[in-house]
């Protein structure tokens, strides 16, 4: 299905404006989203968060679309049940439908595919999943707007992998300025103690620390997006001895960035947060993030983190590491990383278990 007669089909039955938090099955979606000037479109920091602006306009009479990855669904239920639902207020869902059964998809969305559509029933949200096809769509159009009229909560379009229709790429001028991630990540894996814990976020910092590195201590946090520095922070107070690194994401660290009040309050002595920024959701597609023009540092010294370290260079970023045993803790080090990732990176062989178990084992 091409996105943009799709964006068009949406707004022409009155659904409008678009909001959510990306998935690769709507990159496409997104792209046409952001392009085209006359079509309102926010990008959110987590489902929740696109729940309750969804319901804003609600109230004020607009039919809002909302795109999430079933992932995210997991963040939106708590709204749905006790706003949208609670208060009858309509939205029309664009549900992605990762991990579907009988596809090959990443283990992160076994769970979440299998469930999406009993989850969907048991919390009476009517639903259907969207067949290609303009005909398809616009009888789909007609169900959902005709149970927002009449039923005034949200309809949800469970939307299969390769729905939209693949196209060509315009590719963002990449920010030389800037050193690539996996620099970064192959420094601290050779410079940190062979006792240290290192862990990766959903996106690519987890998928570069676990394929491109062979330090033991590494773990691949894979779905969970936003939850890595509570991880870290368990992690911590268990294993005082041994530093612990949190290689964040933006748009990980916007979607739970209550974590560095909790890190902040708890101040773990052996802790480093690493924040990769490259200020866009790159491993769903390079959205841009909200994330320019945020001043982390500051963010982290406000909510209690005792030191804070701004990193353009890998220089600056080898001297950080050869001193840190000295540097105050919980320390923050935000990282302004260019865009880019090493062509075909594979997902891991290792299953979850096998990850869980290689960490374990290490701290043992
Ligand atoms: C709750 C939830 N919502 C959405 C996703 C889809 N998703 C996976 S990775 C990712 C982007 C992460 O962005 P960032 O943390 O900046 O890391 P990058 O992709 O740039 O490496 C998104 C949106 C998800 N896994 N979980």
């Known amino acids: 299905m091409n996105a943009a007669d ?25 792209h046409h989203l952001a392009a085209a000037a006359e079509t309102e479109h926010y990008i959110c ?7 309750g602006l969804a ?16 992932d995210g669904f997991g963040n939106a239920v708590n709204p749905l049940s006790s706003l949208q ?46 067949e290609k096809g303009n005909a398809a769509l616009c009888q789909a159009l007609t169900k ?13 379009f469970i939307i299969p992998k390769n729905f939209f229709a693949p196209e060509q790429k315009t590719t963002s001028p990449i920010d030389e300025k800037f050193a690539p991630r996996l620099a970064y990540i192959n420094l601290l894996a050779e410079m940190a103690d062979p006792r240290d814990i290192l862990l990766g976020a959903t996106g690519f910092s987890g ?28 992690l911590a107070s268990q294993h005082p001895k041994r530093t612990v690194f949190v290689l964040d994401g933006d748009g990980a660290l916007l979607m739970k960035m209550g974590s560095l009040a909790t890190v902040g ?29 945020i001043d982390f540092c500051a963010v982290a010294r406000a909510c209690g983190y005792p030191a804070q370290e701004q990193v353009t260079t890998t220089a600056q970023f080898k001297k950080l590491l050869s001193t840190l045993a000295h540097a105050a803790k919980p320390l923050f080090v935000h990282v302004r ?28």
């Open 265 to 293: 309050h708890y101040q773990p002595k052996n802790l480093v947060h690493v924040l990769f920024d490259n200020q866009a959701y790159e491993s769903t597609g390079g959205q841009p993030s909200t994330a320019a023009g």
């Open 144 to 156: 959902a707007q005709e149970h927002c009229r009449t039923a005034a909560t949200p309809f949800a």
């Open 6 to 30: 799709f964006i068009r089909s949406l707004r022409a039955a009155s659904f409008s404006p678009f909001m959510g938090v990306p998935c690769s099955v709507f990159s496409t979606l997104i």
């Open 207 to 234: 998928r570069e620390l676990q394929q491109y590195t062979d330090h033991r201590g590494r773990f691949y946090m894979m779905g969970s997006m936003g939850c890595l520095p509570a991880l870290g922070l368990g």
């Open 85 to 130: 639902l609670l208060y009858r207020l309509p939205a029309l869902l664009l549900i992605s439908w990762r991990g579907e059964p009988g596809q090959k998809d990443a283990p992160q969305h076994r769970v979440m595919g299998d469930v999406l559509q009993a989850l969907l029933e048991q919390l009476h949200v009517a639903h259907l999943v969207l």
């Open 45 to 51: 920091t987590s489902e929740g968060e696109a729940m």
């Open 337 to 364: 990383i260019r865009k880019g990732t090493p062509a075909g990176l594979p997902r891991p062989e290792q299953t979850p278990e096998q990850m869980r178990d290689a960490l374990m084992t290490f701290l043992d």
């Open 55 to 70: 319901a804003g306009f609600a109230l004020s009479g607009r039919l809002p679309v909302v795109y999430m990855q079933n």
